[in-house]
DNA sequence: TGGCGAAACTAATACGCATTATCAACAAGG
DNA sequence: CCTTGTTGATAATGCGTATTAGTTTCGCCA
């Protein structure tokens, strides 16, 4: 339509008719005013083919991204997330394909894995298959997980929220109330998170001088002689808030109570725990940031921001 | 690593070793093998290029799909969307690239517009722009719009809700509560959703043989003598009940509301609103399985789903 | 008139795949 | 020994772009 090649259109597109190679400017004009004619757009898939780039940025998740249920812990991150990728212009690609089957998670790989249509990857979970982590790596897929993660095979590049601090800084705040006997209610393990949240509880004991006990249940906590709980879970928390009244404990006076983390299941409380905050927004938006200094300049960044204390009303001097 | 050609893997990968072309079952062990052991995967951008189908649909919305406000009125339609995209087999394009500048919205022909990355796309938003649709119309983009559409420039592909039944039902309800005189308060126009209310009122008084009044706004409608408003939007009725509450006036008594629609601006009320449900995640749902369709079949489908009446408690006899 | 360098553009190619036409090897039939 | 058919694989091509290495044109000077 312009009467050109091929070539000067993609030159004219790209901008590159300053440098070395030279259009003349009537060309040029009539190049750019056919494009804006025909509102052509060069095809993404063919671009991504020379260039190796594609400014798409794929979101991983186990589970939907837009879960029906009204409780929805990842929703934070992918607010920062989308934030994060807007500035940095770039398309995020759900993988909504990796179907989930009754009952059965998502797979970053799977027979017709398209994980690879994106420049890199965000990854979003609670926990992380070990087996799809190292593969990441060994690809050579550029990702960057949101939470940390253990090494699998190798670093894993990550941006996660500190736990051992904040557990640490809530033991002590205890301690410096009074308590001198305190519980740990949760696994303890299975995920980073969870073992972060136990370990800082181990270390803030120890600093304190005072005793800790973890319980994988809440089943002998009232026999335990703890005047305050930490619960691994918000959901914990509120079901040992619920147990201490159906036995006519007074929260906090009989039993103070700290609960940890941010609802990642539905949880129906309105009680204000002391525990922490989890920078979810800012995780999810530095993940996007880190991935794209991954991107550029490569490596294997791993960062940790700190979870900001949340007094509440459930922390208070034992009886 | 197999000893075959790339056109053999090709054959093999895609299945095509059982009709036409033979592929012997020991070769095709083989290059299985490899493929396992490696975890090859086919560029999806180059398979794209060959194949003009990405099994990626992409969503555009105007503002942040993520929004930080927890008001989120697009959620259930984008929980629809996800959950066909996932039986589909497709993955989720959003595009975050249109940047939004300061106070502006996002654009779907911007001056690189990425839309074309998709195979089609579902749009989202109370309104879309004219121009916007009339360019995806004539430059042949296939797409489905969530939410009826006038026409521009040609039809357009849609599915929405279906208003104008939903009114007249409940202005009938009304009637044989016993009011004769109604009021309609809100634009009216702007948007197809807000039209197709109004017209919908218009259509019922009619039928219904009673008086009906349209307001754009709250204002006049202490002096009007309707003893039954139907607001716009839900923050419209959380607002009009709030003006009567401090006037004395009791709801449903003195003064019956029926709110339209779901909240689209954050609103805190826990009043139990007479009104009608958007179906909005089947509407995601539908327009997915629209987009498909027109894929594949081409057309230009368009449907409306019924509204669910919602009984509520803020309609009732005038005194 | 020939030579030469700069200016302005284009032909050819690679990217990784799917697809089509082609080819080699071998068996069976004449 | 030649023809035909069948089986199993491959060379060649096109998809739409970015890039590199030319190629043509033109003005200028000797």
């Known amino acids: 339509m312009a009467g050109v090649s091929q070539t000067t259109v993609s030159l004219v597109l790209n901008g590159r008719a300053e440098g070395e190679v030279r259009i003349s400017p009537e060309t040029r004009d009539r190049v750019l005013q056919v494009i804006r004619e025909t509102g052509y757009v060069a095809d993404p898939a063919a671009r991504r083919l020379v260039e190796r780039r594609n400014r798409i940025y794929g979101v991983f998740t186990y589970e939907a991204v837009f879960p029906a249920e009204s409780a929805d812990f990842y ?25 989930v089957e009754q009952g059965e998670r998502r797979r970053i790989f799977s027979a017709e894995s398209r994980i690879r249509l994106a420049d890199g990857c965000v990854l979003l979970g609670r926990t992380i298959d070990r087996d799809d982590l190292s593969r990441l790596l060994s690809e050579g897929i550029p990702f960057v997980s949101v939470g940390r993660r253990d090494d699998a095979g190798g ?15 809530l033991v002590e705040r205890a301690a410096a109330l009074g308590h001198r006997r305190m519980a740990y209610v949760g696994a303890g393990q299975g995920a980073e998170s969870y073992a972060d949240r136990l370990r800082g509880f181990t270390e803030g004991v120890a600093a304190a001088g005072v005793e800790g006990v973890h319980l994988t249940s809440a089943d002998g906590l009232f026999g335990s002689g703890a005047t305050v709980v930490f619960a691994e879970e918000l959901a914990d928390g509120a079901a040992i808030a619920e147990v201490a009244r159906t036995r006519g404990l007074d929260v906090p006076r009989d039993l103070s109570i700290v ?52 007094e509440g009303s459930t922390l208070a001097p034992p009886a």
Chains 1, 2 share one sequence.
């Open 155 to 169: 670093p894993v590049p990550y941006v996660g929220a500190d736990y051992p601090p904040a557990m640490r800084a």
């Open 75 to 99: 929703r934070p991150f992918l607010v920062g997330i989308e934030e994060c990728a807007e500035e940095a212009g770039c398309d995020l690609l759900l993988f909504t394909s990796a179907k």
């Open 259 to 310: 609960a940890l983390g941010a609802p990642t299941r539905p949880v129906s409380t309105d009680i204000d725990f002391a525990g922490f905050r989890i920078p979810r927004r800012e995780m999810g938006h530095r993940a996007v940031e880190l991935l794209t200094q991954v991107l550029e300049r490569g490596g294997t960044p791993q960062e940790l921001l700190a979870c900001e204390l949340v």
